[in-house]
Each structure stands twice: as C-alpha cells, then as structure tokens.
C-alpha cells in the first residue's frame, strides 16, 4: 500500500508539474503576442497616416485643379466683362461663355450693383448648363424671390473688392443644386465696382470624388467649409449638410469630443485627431485647401486601421492556442500511459506477490526439514528442489510408514503456473493413494487413472515411485516414463534397471511394471528431474547422464552427492538462464537396523497363565526390529490365539507338555513356527466365525483362529514326527 | 489387569485398565458374574476401555457375554474410549456393529 501511495504521489506531482509547464509556456507565449501587437500597432497607425494623407493631397489636388478653373473662367472674363459694362445687353453672352467654354463651371452670371445703371435697377442674367449638355439656358437672377444683392456671393466681394469662393449653398432660384460660387467685383474704368462675376461649381463631382476615398472598408472622406459647414460627408445618415460640425456634435450627443475636432480642424493645418463615435475610436486625418478654405478630412476607425495587426495577432494566438492545445493532448496521453503502466506495474507486482506466497506453498508441500528421520539410523535422506520459475513442475516427497519408506520423484511437463497445479495434484494424489496401498506399481497405476481421467489439457507426469523395506533393504518400485535413478554403492555406480512405461496422464488404463531390487547396506539411490541432466550452459550443451555420473563420489552421504551435484551443474551452466526445474533426491541405506539374530526361541508348558510370557517376547523382537506398535499388538494377538488354541486343547487334561515358538526373521517377513506333540489338530481347516452375525446368533467360540487368518499373511500345517508344526508369517 | 465396577444412578460403569489376555480374561470373567447381576444388566452398562491396552479372543468373549445378558434383561452395553489397536480388533472381528461404540 504504502509503494502504491507513494507512486500516486509522483504521478499527481508529475500531472501538476506538467500543467504548470503549460500554463508558463502559454503565458509567455501571450505576452509576447500582446509586446509584438502593441510595437505593430505604431507602424500600423503610421502607415495608416501616410496612407490617408496621399489619399487627401490626390483628392486636394484635383479639388485645386477644378476650383482653378472655375477662378481661371472668371478671370479671363473680366477684361470682356468690365468693358461690356457699356453695353449691358451683351452681358449674358458672357455669362453663355463662361459656361460654355469651361466644363466644371455649371453656372455664371454677371450681377450689376444696384443702382449702377439707372435704367436696370436689378440685372443679372445667368447662364445654366443643362445636365448633361454642353449648351445652356439663360436665366435672371433679378427676382424679387432670389434678391441676389443680398447673397453672400454678392455682398462680400462688393465689401471687400476681392474675390471670394461662397460657401456651400442650394441656389434655390438659380443653379437648384448643392454648389459654391467663385465671385469676382468687376470694376469699370473709373474704378468703382459695378458688377459681380461668378463662376457656380457643383459639389457633386466632390461629393463623387469623396465617395471614392476607401483606402479601409469603412474609411470615408468628408469636406467641411472654413465656417465648419460639412459640405461632403457619405454615411449622412445623420449628419446633415451644411450643419456644422458643432451642431452636428450637440446632435450626436458627444459634444465634447467633436467639439475638440471641430477646434483642432479650424484652427490648424493639418493633422490628425482622434474622436469616439458610435462607442468606436475613429481616427480623423485632415487638411486644410488654402484657396477655400475647405478642410479636406478622412475618417478612419481605429478598428479597421488594426484590423490587419489584430487579424495577425489573433492568428498567432489561434496557432499557440492550437499548439497548447496539442501539447495538453500529448501531456495528457503521456499522463494516461504512464497511469497505465503503473497500474500494469502494481498489477504485476501483485502477481509477483502472489507468485510468491504460491512458490511458499508449494515449497511447503515438499518435505524439506533434513534430515528428515533423525531417529532412523537405517536411512539417510537429502532432497533438493529448484524451480526455473516462481514456481515449479517438479515434486519430491516421502514418508515412513509400517517400517517402509515411502517416496516419490516426479516432473509435470511444462513448467510455471500450470505445472506447479498438476505437481500439487499429483503430490496429495501419491500421499492419498499410497495410505492404502503397499505396491508402488498399484500406487502408479491409481494415480495414472485418476489422472489420465481428468486430464483437459494433456498435462503428463513422469515419475518413479519406490517403497524401500528399511528393515530389510528390499526396494519395490515402479516407473512411469522418468529417468533411471543411479545406485551409488561403495565403488560404482550404476543406472538401476528399469521399464520405463508410459507417463501418468497419457492413457487412462496404461499397465505398469513393478521392478524389485535390494540395496545393501552403504548403498544410495540417487533419483533426479531432467532439469539436471538436460541443464544448459551458454553454448547449448546439456550436463547429460554421463557428467552426472562421473560428477557422483561413491560413498558420499546423501545430503554430500547432493551438494556436490548442485555445485557441479552450477559451475557447468555459468551464467546461463536455468531452463528447467531442478530436483534431486538422495537415500542412502545403512541397514544399521539390521538385528544380529536371524532366529528367536520361546518354550512354553501347557498352562495358560504363561500366555503373557507371549507379550515379552514380541516386544523384544518389536524393539529389534523397530517394527510398529500397532503391527507387533497384532503379531501378539495372532500368536497368543494360535498358542492358547494348543496349550487348552493339544494334550489331555492333566497332563504336562511344551509348546515350542520359534520366530524367524527373514528379508521382509517375519515367520512364527509353533511345534507341540499333543493330539493332530489342523486349525487351518477349522470352520471360521461368521463375524457377520447378529451378537444373539454368534457362538462365544470361533474367534481365535478367526484372528490368526485375518492377521497373518499366510498359515500353514503339518504333521510331522508326531507332532503338530503350524507355520505363520506376516509381511514386514 | 484391573477391573472396576462402579454404580452411577441408573448406569454401571466398568473400568477396564491393562491386558485382556486369555488368562486375566477368566479371572475378570468371574469377577463380572458377581459384580454384574441382572440388575445392572438391565440398565445401561458403560464400558470404558480408556485404559485398556490389549484385548484377545477370550476379551471379546467377555464383551459378548455381557451384550447378550443385557439385551436378554433389557438393558444395553455402551463401550466407549478405545485406543486404536482395539478398534482394529473389534473392525476385523466384526464387533464394531454390536455394540454402541463411542
């Protein structure tokens, strides 16, 4: 808990500490974005300035080419106009000719001062061009409706004795349009001013001309008269012509910032203001026409003078965002990977662990405290057992029962988790079986059935299971398709001979050969797993049968050959990866056990209360020959039914006679001969008890003999030299 | 061998304690015809083996001879505690179903 705690910890950190690399990186990105747009912006504004500035000097330009030829018109007429004073009639002509002769004059008229001719107290005649045509109409400015000698355009020359460009002006009466007059005081030869001469021009070749001004979108031009009248202003929505600009501005309900545009623009120059309008920042670019007066403006929304820069920025912005975005992505896949991988770590050291207590149980399965039997000295046992893996296929295992040590080597193909399942199987399956059988071929043949019966996966085992009488040094054994073991003796060793039959688990009613041999004393059967015989080192050779026995020291103890082995196969394999598992097993027989005697003698008289001298002698041989407790109380029960069947009725009643016992010991059986001389008697042939019968049906006699048969293994009668000889014996 | 009788209410306990070999079967054998009338032998009759470390065929013969008087007066015999080899001799002798074994 305390490891997974702990990696939480650093994957959380990890996560945070990428995030907060992002956000720095996002920040200083921003910034630097906003620092690059504000040092844009003053070369934007820049450019924007040049740009509106060319735009108004083209547009001043032609406005003077145009208001030089109205002026030029008027000039060139005065001469004519001056001397055809004299003869007013002639006048209009004059007027037709200025017109005529110059296309951006639509109208003109001669208008005398009042009074200066007693016989027209009023005469203007005017000229008008029809739209369109280059001839005109002849019109008369001397209404009482129009009253010219109040005009602007006529007064201020008369005043001043200049001329004078009007401000803008509908001429309702005369030209009918939106226009501005050029007016010239023409003097006669005296030199008093008689008459005025004008030149009209319409303002809408300039209101055309400014109608063209879009170097933005939404860039317009705009022309106020010196008054601040606005003369030309397309987006008039609500800007009427001919307010001024302050009326305008009270209108628009700004009033102070347009009155600060109308100050700047009449007093200077030129230049540039800036003015809100609408909520919007608008920049006004203007100059002033020397010859009118007029100031020639362009209005620029800030918007659209950044909007290239801000077009730049925000596109720069979308990128680091798109790029920030993708690197949150990267962060966040690389987050969940390693959130994967750990959890593949801690699910692998779970299993790890599990491996681990699995590999602890199947170790304790094995019987591994050595040596294992202290109190025995007929036997010396050692074992070792080293899985490839976790755990392992191989199993070893033994015990001592009624005097026979029971044991097993085995390897399930395969190796690793699988295997380790079946080894556990097939170990309980060689404990549970062999309780109840004393063959190793009956042992093999049970496991193979259960095994070969329930075998999905065509695991198989190989084994060899032995059981050696360790009274007397008979082994029996049976194998089922695994190595030969060795016989180690005091000079050689050689491969004890074996069938090998099938593995258990290949077919389910294999027959099995049960082998015999007896090992003498001082020999050792040395069993072991291919995993010691097929043991690979880097260059691909196997230890083989052959190191296996030169390696052996005859003589050596069992726990000694097997530390031997073990130190030879490791200096074989080097540094090689152990393929198989490896197990070894050593017994080594020393028949110290062994009694001296061969044979024991007992002579009894016929009296029944002898019978418990029958119980010192057996467990004076059950002490020799360290037989169990249990098989020597049923030697004794055996012996003192068949004693007591002689002693009560081989002699007459009254009579005195012996019964001679003689026990003799022989490989792994223990032989009882009882002699007397009393009356034949074959208890063999006697009816024996029916032991099934209810307790009111069974006679009280009957039983002893029945004891005898059940116990011993075999029993046999003669008569002989006049005696009875009843021979038992029993497998030891 | 030793044999105890002890009376217990409505039981009759015999304590069994050492060898019931052929010879101190007879003598346990007419110790038990004394202690063992019918009285007792028509209530419950506990023997304990506890210490019983050997029985032959005339043990048995005892143990049989009290299941039939008990049954024939109407009590019945309860044997409990026996080691395992005594067990084994009453499995193979069959006697393990006449009585009531604890």
Redesign the interface.
Known sequence: MIVKDKSAKLRRQTVLGGFMLIIIAAVTLEVTALVQYFFSRDGIRNEASQRAESELKAAELEIINVISEAEAAVRNSEWITQWCLNFPDSLPSVTRRVVECNPAVVGSTVALVPGYDPTRPLFAPYSLRNPGEQQTQLLSLATEQYDYPSQEWFTRPVETGEGYWSEPYVDEGGGNMLMTTYSLPIRDYSGQIAAVLTADISLDWLTGMINDIHIYPSAFGMVISRTGRIMVCPPAESLEMRQTIGEAAVSLGDSAAFMEVNHNMLTEENGNVEVKYKGASNHVFFDRIDRTGWIMSIVIPDNEIYMSVKRLGLMVMLLQLVGLAMIVLILRATAKKQREYQELNDRREKMLSELKIASDIQMSMIPKVFPPFPDRKEIDVYASMVPAKEVGGDLYDYYVRDNKLYFVIGDVSGKGIPASLVMAVTRSQFRTVSAHEKSPQRVVSAMNASMASSNDNNMFVTLFCGVLNLFTGHLRYCNAGHNAPFVVSRDSVKALPVVPNLPLGVVPDASFTEQETDLSCGELLFLYTDGLSEAENNAKELFSEERIVSEIVPGSGAEEIIHNMEKSVSAFVGDAPQSDDLTMLAIKYMNAALPEWTERHLILHNDIQQIPQLADFIEQIADETRIEQSLAMALNLALEEAVTNVIMYAYPEGSDGLVDIEAILRRNSIEFIITDSGVPFDPTVAPLADVSLPAEQRPIGGLGIYLVRTIMDTLSYERADGKNILSMSKKI | MKVTVENQGLETIVWFEG?L???SS?EVSKQLEEEISAKEASRTVILDCTKLD?I???G??IF??L??AA?AAGGKVVIRNMN??IR??FL????LN?FEVF
């Open positions: 060898r070999d052929t010879p007879l050997y032959s065929s005339s048995l013969r049989l001879t299941r039939k049954s395992d080899n084994s001799v193979i002798t069959g006697f006449l």
